[in-house]
């Protein structure tokens, strides 16, 4: 004798058959009387978490030398090829002036460039980077009109230079090897830096701040980061969205003032 089917799943009421076929819309009507949340990008822009992978950055040491020195291991550990490198050496970079780096060490990376078309975001490549130079911050505004316009040149992730550090090339600090900046044992620009800087390049802009660290009249410098860029307001927002559609020139001049 075999035992009747019983489905586990409660049957439904008289009332519950009744209103089954517009129960689906039982979500819609309890939505139309929640308080709408809507992202106001880009005249407000929420912050993601700190762990964020966000668009890449060759970061600096506290004097202004570049951390990164051209090993090409980010580039071997992608798995999207999207990063290409190109070492040379640091006695090369300044013709007549061998003593000037770039980078601490022998080497520095001359060419970098990440194909964000490619790019998975994975963080492999900060993984693989011995000097920790290649981290990932958390700007994510890396759309753009152009498919060549999102190869990411070096100066377009190189760290922008904090108050107080000096531009390079300049020589490294007195005494020291790359050992001690990768230890983080050289924290501010040295006097004999300034003064290399003050003769060969005088006009330099990061001269004074990084003299007045020396002088003892400044902190010293803290390592930047890239960060989203600020708010906007809504005529902000629309004229940059303008501009950027515009980049291939398809507006004439009246169309731009009246858009404007």
């Not at 900060?126 to 911050?137: G, H, V």
């Not at 152009?146 to 040149?153: K, L, N, Q, S, V």
């Amino acid at each position: 004798m075999t035992t009747p089917y019983e489905p586990l799943r409660p049957t439904k009421g008289p009332l519950g058959e009744l209103l089954a076929p517009v129960a689906g819309f039982g979500v819609t009507f309890a939505s139309m009387f929640r308080p709408a949340v809507t992202e106001e990008y880009p005249r407000r822009k929420t912050p993601p978490q700190a762990r964020y992978h966000g668009r890449h950055q060759l970061n600096r040491y506290a004097d202004g030398l570049e951390k990164c020195i051209g090993c090409e291991l980010c580039a071997w550990a992608c798995p999207a090829d999207a990063i290409y490198v190109e070492g040379a050496d640091n006695a090369d970079a300044v013709e007549g002036a061998p003593e000037a780096h770039m980078s601490p060490g022998e080497r520095y990376g001359r060419v970098y460039q990440i194909n964000y078309l490619r790019c998975i975001f994975c963080g492999l490549c900060i993984e693989a980077c011995p000097t920790r130079a290649l981290t990932m911050s958390n700007d994510y505004e890396l759309a753009g009109p152009t498919r060549a316009g999102m190869i990411y040149e070096k100066q377009d992730i190189l760290a922008p230079l904090a108050q107080g550090m000096l531009a390079a090339p300049h020589p490294m600090a007195d005494g020291t090897t790359d050992t001690e900046y990768y230890r983080g044992e050289v924290t501010a620009p040295t006097a004999a830096q300034v003064d290399w800087v003050r003769e060969h390049r005088p006009d330099d802009a990061t001269l004074d701040d990084a003299a007045a660290v020396v002088a003892g009249d400044a902190p010293p410098p803290v390592p930047a980061q890239h960060e989203l860029r600020p708010d906007q307001d809504r005529a902000e927002a629309e004229r940059a969205a303008a501009h950027e559609s515009n980049l291939d020139g398809r507006w004439t001049v009246h169309e731009q003032e009246a858009r404007a």
